[in-house]
Structure formats: structure tokens, C-alpha cells
């Protein structure tokens, strides 16, 4: 069986839970596993990067393109 395949299946499957404690915990290990992905897959910036960003960022600041911290609190809920 290919991975198209087994998508499928497992979707179908997924489906048909009525369990939402089950729901839960497979939320959680699909949440758990594409952070360590994310993890394992991350680059450190050059200095040349981390310079742009930087010099964006005070960009942003002279052309007041910013985010107050409750903006940020109420963005970040809707991460994952």
C-alpha cells in the first residue's frame, strides 16, 4: 500500500471515531510529531540574514508596522 493510500485509509478510519478522548490524543501526537519535524529540519540565519531581519524590523518600527503584545497573545491562540 502506498502513502496515498494508507492517507486515505487512515483518514477513513479517523472518521469513523466517536471517541473524542482518542480525537485528543491523536491531535496531540500529530501536534508533538510536526514540531519535532520542524525541529529536525531548521537552519541556522547567516549573519547576512539575521542583518536583513533585523534592519525589516527596525523598518517596521519607523513605519509603525507592529503588533501591540495582545495582538500577539490573541494571534498566537490560533497556532498550531
Avoid: C
Avoid at 536583513?52 to 495582538?71: C, F, P, T, Y
Amino acid at each position: 500500500m502506498g502513502l496515498q493510500e494508507r492517507k486515505i485509509h487512515f483518514v477513513q478510519e479517523f472518521l469513523r471515531i466517536n471517541n473524542e478522548a482518542i480525537i485528543n490524543k491523536l491531535e496531540d501526537m500529530l501536534k508533538l510529531e510536526k514540531r519535532k519535524n520542524r525541529a529536525a529540519n531548521q537552519v541556522p540565519y547567516t549573519m547576512s540574514e539575521f542583518e536583513g531581519m533585523i534592519n525589516m524590523a527596525e523598518e517596521d518600527s519607523k513605519n509603525n508596522r507592529l503588533k501591540s503584545v495582545h495582538e500577539l497573545k490573541e494571534d498566537s491562540k490560533s497556532w498550531d
